[in-house]
């Protein structure tokens, strides 16, 4: 999420002022906006090829498939191994859930060795535009499945934001600000943190109710139309800094309030 205030018109001249600017009472011109996604430019000859190579990694819609994109870093904060717990048939009711875990990493290694006995969780590595565009066509929910550190939990993730584009329902473990979004649109659910139980039930409780799945993909995408299209975030930041600059030119002095 990115951030604007009065702050960043005078950098310079704050770099002057003491570490007391940092401190200082929000003000109207405070504002924060969310990282944007523009829509893909796709050929329909690379979706289509894309499609087909999911299709020969038997990733299809015919399946009920969880999807993450993403990297596969410290382990305190993605909470992967709670994730292919989840992917146990003895956790899922022995429902046909297929994993499609994207990315690569330094515990990349690690994960898969965890999943070595899991035949539903796939690690295709790293995967470009098409392809990722191809698999949240073919996907059921995207997976969010991280810490609730204190930067998590003030904001929404940039991946959470990927999915809304794709229609996907959001499967989190971040509280705080994305629970709620996820919670008032609904367009996700939210589990507890290392708790590959409530992941796994919530999974079937989605498998179990398509209607509601398809009410939350629907919930999703109207929600990304709304508030993080690219065009929508930078028309309102160009406004935001128009008024920003206009506010300082009246008054100067109100920049280091």
Same mark, same amino acid.
């Given at each position: ?27 109207? !011109? +405070?504002? *924060?906006?969310? #990282? /944007?996604?523009?829509? &893909? ?6 979706? $289509?090829? %894309? ?56 515990? !990349? +290694?690690? *994960?898969?060795? #965890? /999943?070595?006995?899991? &035949? ?6 790293? $995967?470009? %535009? ?128």
């Amino acid at each position: 999420m990115l951030k604007c205030s009065s702050d960043c018109r005078h950098d310079a001249a704050f770099r002057g002022v003491g570490s007391d600017v940092r401190r200082r009472e929000r003000t109207t !011109l +405070d504002k *924060d906006f969310p #990282l /944007a996604y523009p829509e &893909p430019k796709l050929s329909e000859a690379a979706l $289509s090829h %894309a499609i087909r190579r999911w299709a020969s990694m038997g990733v299809t819609n015919e399946k009920f498939v969880v999807c993450y994109v993403g990297m596969f870093g410290a382990r305190h904060l993605l909470e992967m191994e709670r994730v292919i717990d989840a992917a146990r048939p003895r956790l899922g009711h022995e429902r046909g859930f297929f994993f499609v875990l994207c990315g690569t990493g330094d515990q !990349l +290694d690690y *994960d898969k060795h #965890l /999943a070595a006995d899991c &035949p539903n969780v796939l690690f295709p590595g790293w $995967s470009g %535009a098409a392809d990722i565009w191809a698999l949240m066509q073919l996907a059921s929910v995207g997976l969010a499945p991280y810490g609730s550190s204190p930067s998590f939990i003030v904001s929404i993730s940039n991946k959470a934001i990927e999915y809304l584009r794709g229609g996907l329902p959001v499967i989190s473990s971040i509280k705080g600000a994305l629970a709620e979004l996820l919670a008032t649109h609904r367009c996700g659910v939210t589990y507890e943190n290392d708790n590959a139980q409530k992941l796994a039930a919530l999974l079937v409780d989605l498998y179990d109710n398509p209607d509601r799945l398809a009410e939350m993909s629907k919930n999703a995408r109207s929600l990304y139309e709304s508030r993080f299209t690219a065009e929508t975030v930078y028309q309102n930041m160009v406004v935001h800094l128009t008024r920003v600059c206009l506010s300082t030119r009246r008054k100067p002095e109100a920049a280091f309030r």
